[in-house]
């Protein structure tokens, strides 16, 4: 924990801080995914925990298309106890940018931002159940050398997933 | 400058002074008084507060006949307003409801369930309001001490099967199903319980909708969800404990969240679009501070 760097969305700032915190985070992620996963290829996954008016946040999604942010590339996926789970995955590195602050902005309790590695995802059945261990933690669904990321607790970086 | 004042209430005055803070602004509906904070600079006034209880308005006068309040000044006309003209008057009540007895934890608790009322906002929209009646008396020491003994490990399912001899709890879901109303005030009175170590009765306010009432929070067994209030589920990643209570706005962000941390409870809260008041907070003091900005901005925002 005391290794980690000191990186918190504060919910009042101003764009230039948002930005600053925007840039560490992906930058700070890219690293971690470079230093933890060999291929390059793989999806990103980011979801609130516990999900919650996850209509709200998909309407946000959904806007960004009117700024001519391509977002089809977008999934949702739902995981964990009757699939109340809730997250979106996507390949498109540049999207990171236009996702993040949405996230933030939506207050959850905690935050995880993801790398998961291609072949992953093609297991559709076991998906969930991978999505699931990420996020909680506890089983061994999915080795730690198959995903790379960041986890928030109330806009903190509290853990290197 | 309310907060700044309030920051200097807590400080430097008593844990009884605090709590009567605490009851005169919390909601009515939940056992406050529901009185809110406002300043203001009349031409004369020698007392430096007034006291409108038809508006329930504690009004704190800003600068005096030769110069500004202080801070410090302005706390102190707060303290002299309330005892005064509010505890005085009103001291039967408080009584009667176990505010004022120097057991700041039971404030703390009341307030903080007590505080949904009044910052949810669009209070048609409230699902489920709860009230404290009555609690016994702990100290925040034991309380927390109580609370980290019993949450060594992984935490509890407090609907689990090892709370179901909790017989003796008495718990009301006005107009529906009762065994879902004694769930949910088993819920509510455990984590009441664990935190304080004290025997309360809880009751469930006007729950509109069952299909608001939900088990399993977090995408994981465990915990029970109460329109925006959401308790017990564990924090499985960080391997150290659970939420104990979490109440969140309308959009789903979180607005207070009482946790363990590697054995500790801790608060977070945050008065949404305009600050984060609490960060992993422990220290009692902070968090009441933190509790009652966050029932000055509900006033503020006319609730």
Same mark, same amino acid.
């Given at each position: 924990?005391?290794?980690?760097?000191?990186?918190?969305?504060?919910?009042?700032?101003?764009?230039?801080?948002?930005?600053?915190?925007?840039?560490?985070?992906?930058?700070?992620?890219?690293?971690?995914?470079?230093?933890?996963?060999? /291929?390059?290829?793989?999806?990103?996954? !980011?979801? +609130?925990?516990?999900?919650?008016?996850?209509?709200?946040?998909?309407?946000?999604? /959904?806007?960004?298309?009117?700024?001519?942010?391509?977002?089809?590339?977008?999934?949702?996926?739902?995981?964990?106890?009757?699939?109340?789970?809730?997250?979106?995955?996507?390949?498109?590195?540049?999207?990171?940018?236009?996702?993040?602050?949405?996230?933030?902005?939506?207050?959850?309790?905690?935050?995880?931002?993801?790398?998961?590695?291609?072949?992953?995802?093609?297991?559709? &059945?076991?998906?969930?159940?991978?999505?699931?261990?990420?996020?909680?933690?506890?089983?061994?669904?999915?080795?730690?050398?198959?995903?790379?990321?960041?986890?928030?607790?109330? =806009?903190?970086?509290?853990?290197?997933? | 400058?309310? =907060?700044?004042?309030?920051?200097?209430?807590?400080?430097?005055?008593?844990?009884?002074?605090?709590?009567?803070?605490?009851?005169?602004?919390?909601?009515?509906?939940?056992?406050?008084?529901?009185?809110?904070?406002?300043?203001?600079?009349?031409?004369?006034?020698?007392?430096?507060?007034?006291?409108?209880?038809?508006?329930?308005?504690?009004?704190?006068?800003?600068?005096?006949?030769?110069?500004?309040?202080? !801070?410090? =000044?302005?706390?102190?006309?707060?303290?002299?307003?309330?005892?005064?003209?509010?505890?005085?008057?009103?001291?039967?009540?408080?009584?009667?409801?176990?505010?004022?007895?120097?057991?700041?934890?039971?404030?703390?608790? /009341?307030?903080?369930?007590?505080?949904?009322? !009044?910052?949810?906002?669009? +209070?048609?929209?409230?699902? $489920?309001?709860?009230?404290?009646?009555?609690?016994?008396?702990?100290?925040?020491?034991?309380?927390?001490?109580?609370?980290?003994?019993?949450?060594?490990?992984?935490?509890?399912?407090?609907?689990?099967?090892?709370?179901? &001899?909790?017989?003796?709890?008495? $718990?009301?879901?006005?107009?529906?199903?009762?065994?879902?109303?004694?769930?949910?005030?088993? @819920?509510?009175?455990?984590?009441?319980?664990?935190?304080? @170590?004290?025997?309360?009765?809880?009751?469930?306010?006007?729950?509109?909708?069952?299909?608001?009432?939900?088990?399993?929070?977090? @995408?994981?067994?465990?915990?029970?969800?109460?329109?925006?209030?959401?308790? $017990?589920?564990?924090?499985?990643?960080?391997?150290?404990?659970?939420?104990?209570?979490?109440?969140?706005?309308?959009?789903?962000?979180?607005?207070?969240?009482?946790?363990?941390?590697?054995?500790?409870?801790?608060?977070?809260?945050?008065?949404?679009?305009?600050?984060?008041?609490? &960060?992993?907070?422990?220290?009692?003091?902070?968090?009441?501070?933190?509790?009652?900005?966050?029932? $000055?901005?509900?006033?503020?925002?006319?609730?």
């Amino acid at each position: 924990m005391a290794d980690l760097p000191q990186i918190e969305w504060q919910e009042q700032s101003n764009s230039d801080d948002n930005l600053k915190t925007k840039e560490s985070i992906i930058e700070l992620l890219k690293l971690h995914v470079k230093y933890k996963l060999i /291929e390059n290829e793989y999806f990103y996954f !980011i979801a +609130p925990d516990p999900a919650r008016n996850v209509l709200l946040l998909t309407k946000k999604i /959904e806007a960004l298309a009117l700024l001519n942010i391509n977002t089809n590339g977008i999934k949702i996926v739902n995981y964990g106890h009757k699939n109340r789970g809730w997250g979106v995955i996507f390949q498109e590195a540049e999207l990171l940018e236009s996702l993040i602050p949405l996230f933030f902005e939506h207050g959850p309790e905690h935050l995880a931002i993801t790398a998961i590695k291609n072949s992953l995802l093609d297991n559709h &059945k076991k998906l969930p159940l991978i999505l699931s261990s990420i996020i909680f933690g506890g089983n061994n669904t999915v080795a730690k050398n198959e995903y790379a990321g960041l986890y928030f607790e109330c =806009d903190r970086l509290t853990e290197l997933l | 400058m309310i =907060d700044q004042v309030l920051d200097y209430y807590v400080n430097n005055y008593s844990a009884e002074s605090t709590l009567s803070l605490l009851q005169t602004l919390s909601h009515p509906s939940q056992g406050g008084l529901g009185y809110k904070l406002q300043t203001f600079n009349p031409y004369i006034d020698l007392d430096g507060w007034e006291v409108d209880h038809t508006s329930k308005t504690i009004k704190l006068d800003t600068s005096s006949l030769f110069s500004n309040y202080t !801070i410090q =000044d302005i706390a102190i006309n707060l303290k002299e307003a309330i005892e005064t003209d509010i505890t005085k008057q009103r001291s039967s009540m408080i009584s009667r409801i176990g505010w004022g007895t120097g057991k700041v934890v039971v404030g703390v608790i /009341e307030t903080v369930v007590g505080t949904i009322g !009044i910052i949810v906002p669009e +209070p048609g929209t409230t699902l $489920a309001g709860v009230g404290m009646v009555t609690l016994g008396v702990n100290s925040l020491t034991d309380g927390v001490t109580q609370l980290s003994g019993a949450n060594q490990g992984h935490g509890y399912n407090l609907l689990g099967s090892a709370f179901g &001899k909790v017989g003796s709890v008495s $718990a009301e879901l006005a107009g529906y199903d009762s065994v879902v109303g004694d769930k949910i005030g088993r @819920g509510v009175f455990m984590v009441s319980s664990l935190a304080f @170590g004290s025997i309360g009765t809880v009751k469930i306010l006007n729950v509109k909708s069952l299909s608001a009432i939900r088990f399993g929070v977090a @995408g994981q067994p465990g915990g029970v969800e109460v329109g925006r209030i959401a308790m $017990a589920y564990p924090s499985n990643r960080a391997m150290d404990g659970m939420t104990i209570i979490n109440i969140s706005n309308n959009s789903g962000q979180f607005i207070l969240r009482f946790v363990t941390h590697n054995g500790k409870l801790v608060v977070n809260g945050r008065i949404v679009g305009v600050s984060k008041i609490l &960060k992993h907070e422990g220290n009692w003091k902070v968090v009441v501070k933190g509790l009652l900005k966050l029932l $000055a901005h509900g006033a503020k925002q006319g609730m």
